[in-house]
């Protein structure tokens, strides 16, 4: 089937980009929902197929290869053309869904979880990047809500769908229900999104794609492995961290020499986009922190099981859904935006400072206040940098820009969660040594994240040192982000505000009704 610009035009009417984006919704949700789901059923499939060794591997398996070709499929979108990438991707993706579904030890389920990973690295971009073509940047803030919503939903539903579809339906459809959702976005960008074919000429960057791979999978594999299976000064992460330097290096050192890179080091030109890209790259850091050690507070301090530390998190997931849509209606209504990363790096401070003043005596209420704070600030800053970013380059770069941006917040995440970690770990260690001698050690080797029903059996001397580790431990970690964050206000302040492209219903140059049919014609 033949895509042509008047296709494209047509693609631009208001109930088609409703129904694209109604996909592209769900293959975001896919993406993000995934890892939560299968999250909550581990303990089954570890007790159907074994292997509890390799357990970690089931989930990073999936984020290294997530990791990994999230960059390349930004480039085959740009070369080749945005919907037959993004539709590959959907489809790998299920195939790697329906094949973990039927694993039958846990060697196989891990691959199959990688295939999955990869096809999962080319949804997130290619929402972003077909987002980013149909809709003009300064129309795009209307449905910076609609992501936030579904990452929101992601995060709060997850846990919820994955324990209930575990007891009921039993583990394997936590891999099968992605295939109904995917093959009805599957059919809707089939039959709905036209948008022009596109043929380059050029290869593809074979040596970058693997010298980028072998880079990204390295950082991955420190933040990793790094204090847990391996200590932070072991032979093992060093070795890793001389091959990613390397690796990233010898990548730097090709691009400036290949014809079609796989990442162009132009676009970091733009002063815009590298602050975006440092923005994005500590929000991930800061927000995937959060979202770990709070629920670790909530259940070991304050009393709550762990499906409602899911919910008790409502107060920063609903903030940011909000801050989230108020952002993007003031952007398209005036174009205006650098006041968002501001605003966002100022509250995210003062959020992440006030959660570490969090104590065992701290109220509900009163973290839920403070969780409001962060989540406001995280709102300012989530969707922002990805449109800021993308009006940044030229419409050709789209998709490396998309993808970019996205692993720069992926490899946040990736620390945040590593180094956060390690300093939480640390300090519930010290403090239960201190408080509890012997039987402190006892409790931290069985687990540092002891949930309410455990906490409750220890006797009560080691339940209260306990408690007061992990507060110990949150303080450390969130005051560790607070600093993290400073340097995203210090980042905001130097976006150079450049005019939104596209502003509402502003006729095109060929006379056309919209804005839309013209990005859609440059594509």
Same mark, same amino acid.
């Given at each position: 089937?033949?895509?042509?610009?008047?296709?494209?035009?047509?693609?631009?009417?208001?109930?088609?980009?409703?129904?694209?984006?109604?996909?592209?919704?769900?293959?975001?949700?896919?993406?993000?929902?995934? =890892?939560?789901?299968? *999250?909550?059923?581990?303990?089954?499939?570890?007790?159907?197929?074994?292997?509890?060794?390799?357990?970690?591997?089931?989930?990073?398996?999936? &984020?290294?290869?997530?990791?990994?070709?999230?960059?390349?499929?930004?480039?085959?979108?740009?070369?080749?053309?945005?919907?037959?990438?993004?539709?590959?991707?959907?489809?790998?993706?299920?195939?790697?869904?329906?094949?973990?579904?039927?694993?039958?030890?846990?060697?196989?389920?891990?691959?199959?979880?990688?295939?999955?990973?990869?096809?999962?690295?080319?949804?997130?971009?290619?929402?972003?990047?077909?987002?980013?073509?149909?809709?003009?940047?300064?129309?795009?803030?209307?449905?910076?809500?609609?992501?936030?919503?579904?990452?929101?939903?992601?995060?709060?539903?997850?846990?919820?769908?994955?324990? &209930?579809?575990?007891? =009921?339906?039993?583990?394997?459809?936590?891999?099968?229900? =992605?295939?109904?959702?995917?093959?009805?976005?599957?059919?809707?960008?089939?039959?709905?999104?036209?948008?022009?074919?596109?043929?380059?000429?050029?290869?593809?960057?074979?040596?970058?794609?693997?010298?980028?791979?072998?880079?990204? &999978?390295?950082?991955?594999?420190?933040?990793?492995?790094?204090?847990?299976?391996?200590?932070?000064?072991?032979?093992?992460?060093?070795?890793?961290?001389?091959?990613?330097?390397?690796?990233?290096?010898?990548?730097?050192?090709?691009?400036?020499?290949?014809?079609?890179?796989?990442?162009?080091?132009?676009?970091?030109?733009?002063? =815009?986009?590298?602050?975006?890209?440092?923005?994005?790259?500590?929000?991930?850091?800061?927000?995937?922190?959060?979202?770990?050690?709070?629920?670790?507070?909530?259940?070991?301090?304050?009393?709550?099981?762990?499906?409602?530390?899911?919910?008790?998190?409502?107060?920063?997931?609903?903030?940011?859904?909000?801050?989230?849509?108020?952002?993007?209606?003031?952007?398209?209504?005036?174009?205006?935006?650098?006041?968002?990363?501001?605003?966002?790096?100022?509250?995210?401070?003062?959020?992440?400072?006030?959660?570490?003043?969090?104590?065992?005596?701290?109220?509900?209420?009163?973290?839920?206040?403070?969780?409001?704070?962060?989540?406001?600030?995280?709102?300012?800053?989530?969707?922002?940098?990805?449109?800021?970013?993308?009006?940044?380059?030229?419409?050709?770069?789209?998709?490396?820009?998309?993808?970019?941006?996205?692993?720069?917040?992926?490899?946040?995440?990736?620390?945040?969660?590593?180094?956060?970690?390690?300093?939480?770990?640390?300090?519930?260690?010290?403090?239960?040594?201190?408080?509890?001698?012997?039987?402190?050690?006892?409790?931290?080797?069985?687990?540092?994240?002891?949930?309410?029903?455990?906490?409750?059996?220890?006797?009560?001397?080691?339940?209260?040192?306990?408690?007061?580790?992990?507060?110990?431990?949150?303080?450390?970690?969130?005051?560790? *982000?607070?600093?993290?964050?400073?340097?995203?206000?210090?980042?905001?302040?130097?976006?150079?505000?450049?005019?939104?492209?596209?502003?509402?219903?502003?006729?095109?140059?060929?006379?056309?009704?919209?804005?839309?049919?013209?990005?859609?014609?440059?594509?």
């Amino acid at each position: 089937m033949a895509d042509t610009v008047e296709e494209g035009k047509q693609g631009k009417q208001p109930r088609s980009v409703r129904v694209v984006l109604l996909a592209l919704m769900i293959a975001m949700m896919l993406a993000m929902l995934d =890892n939560m789901i299968v *999250g909550t059923a581990m303990p089954t499939i570890v007790g159907e197929l074994g292997g509890l060794e390799h357990l970690s591997w089931v989930v990073t398996g999936y &984020t290294l290869a997530t990791a990994a070709s999230t960059p390349v499929w930004g480039k085959l979108g740009d070369m080749f053309g945005r919907k037959g990438a993004f539709l590959s991707s959907i489809v790998i993706f299920l195939i790697g869904s329906a094949l973990s579904g039927m694993a039958q030890d846990m060697g196989q389920l891990i691959g199959f979880r990688a295939v999955q990973g990869l096809g999962a690295g080319g949804l997130m971009v290619g929402v972003m990047a077909i987002i980013g073509d149909l809709i003009p940047p300064r129309e795009r803030g209307k449905y910076q809500g609609l992501m936030a919503g579904v990452m929101a939903l992601a995060m709060i539903g997850g846990p919820l769908v994955g324990g &209930t579809i575990t007891d =009921n339906w039993g583990w394997r459809w936590a891999f099968y229900i =992605n295939l109904p959702l995917g093959a009805v976005a599957l059919a809707l960008v089939t039959a709905v999104l036209h948008l022009p074919r596109k043929r380059s000429k050029a290869g593809i960057d074979y040596l970058g794609v693997v010298l980028l791979t072998v880079g990204i &999978t390295s950082i991955v594999l420190v933040t990793t492995w790094g204090g847990t299976e391996y200590a932070w000064t072991s032979a093992r992460i060093m070795e890793l961290i001389g091959i990613g330097v390397a690796a990233l290096i010898g990548f730097v050192f090709w691009q400036t020499r290949v014809s079609e890179p796989v990442l162009p080091l132009h676009i970091f030109k733009s002063r =815009n986009f590298t602050l975006m890209s440092l923005i994005g790259f500590i929000t991930g850091f800061v927000m995937f922190g959060a979202t770990l050690f709070l629920p670790l507070y909530q259940q070991a301090v304050q009393g709550a099981s762990a499906t409602n530390s899911g919910l008790l998190l409502l107060p920063m997931l609903g903030a940011m859904l909000v801050t989230s849509i108020i952002a993007g209606r003031i952007t398209t209504s005036s174009g205006r935006y650098k006041i968002f990363p501001i605003v966002g790096g100022v509250l995210m401070v003062i959020g992440l400072y006030l959660l570490s003043l969090m104590d065992t005596d701290t109220t509900r209420l009163t973290s839920g206040l403070y969780m409001v704070v962060v989540g406001a600030g995280m709102g300012c800053l989530m969707q922002i940098t990805m449109l800021v970013a993308q009006n940044s380059v030229q419409m050709k770069d789209m998709g490396v820009a998309s993808s970019s941006t996205t692993l720069f917040r992926t490899l946040g995440s990736s620390f945040g969660v590593a180094i956060m970690g390690a300093l939480f770990n640390h300090r519930v260690q010290d403090v239960m040594a201190e408080r509890a001698g012997a039987l402190g050690k006892g409790v931290t080797e069985k687990s540092a994240q002891l949930d309410a029903a455990s906490l409750a059996k220890l006797p009560a001397a080691a339940r209260e040192a306990y408690q007061h580790a992990v507060s110990a431990g949150t303080h450390s970690a969130f005051l560790l *982000g607070a600093v993290i964050a400073v340097p995203v206000l210090i980042a905001a302040l130097f976006v150079k505000e450049v005019p939104l492209k596209g502003g509402p219903q502003k006729p095109s140059a060929d006379g056309s009704d919209t804005a839309p049919a013209a990005v859609v014609e440059a594509v």
